[in-house]
């Protein structure tokens, strides 16, 4: 692809950085923002700034927010006993749009992977167990993609949790095995949730 302004090859080339952005598309974007006025370009750019630089973890439960503690965690008509158990921001945004959920959330930043060098040294593990025995927590939902790796995560935690009173669900099998949660219907994760598993019965369903 031949540009006759390097400004723009190099504009093409910062979008074509992003996920499932080719060059032709990347030109698209920056041929688009090259039409707009230069206030609403300004305004696109001051927000992808300040996203980066101002966007920090809650504290609580390691969602993204823009203060220490996220907006869930704050909320005060919040089940504060109740933890979804989740991989990634995408999830809690999946959930969050059944509008079937009214607890908090715990990110783990990931799922178990061995073969990828991922343990639980490197997930939010530790901190999900202090939640637990520190807050009087009585339910966990571990809404992971229902995959080996996240199978083998739910049992860890279990395993971890083993000597406390927390009750630990699973959300129910509507979603498939081998499926990726934040690609799931609303409806059928809706269905989930409400309709989630003691970690027991989740089990003997299974068949391990």
Known sequence: MVFSSKLIEEAVNEFSKLP????????????????????????????????????????TCHNVS??????????????????????????????????????????????????DGIGPERLNIATLQLRVRENDVQELIMALSPTIEGDTTVYYIAKQLSGTPVQITTIARGIAFGGELEYADEMTLARSIAKRLPIDNYVSVTGK
């Open 66 to 115: 823009d203060k220490e503690l996220c907006d869930i965690c704050a909320n005060p008509a919040r089940n504060k006993k109740q933890i979804c158990v989740v991989e990634s921001i995408r999830d809690v945004i999946a959930i969050e749009s059944t509008q079937q959920y009214n607890g908090t959330y715990h990110l783990l930043g990931g799922i178990l992977s061995p073969l």
């Open 20 to 59: 499932g952005i080719g060059k032709k598309t990347a030109l698209r974007m920056v041929l688009q923002l090259l039409k707009s006025e230069t206030h609403s370009v300004d305004s696109f750019t001051s927000a992808i700034s300040r996203m980066r630089h101002e966007v920090v973890f809650c504290k």
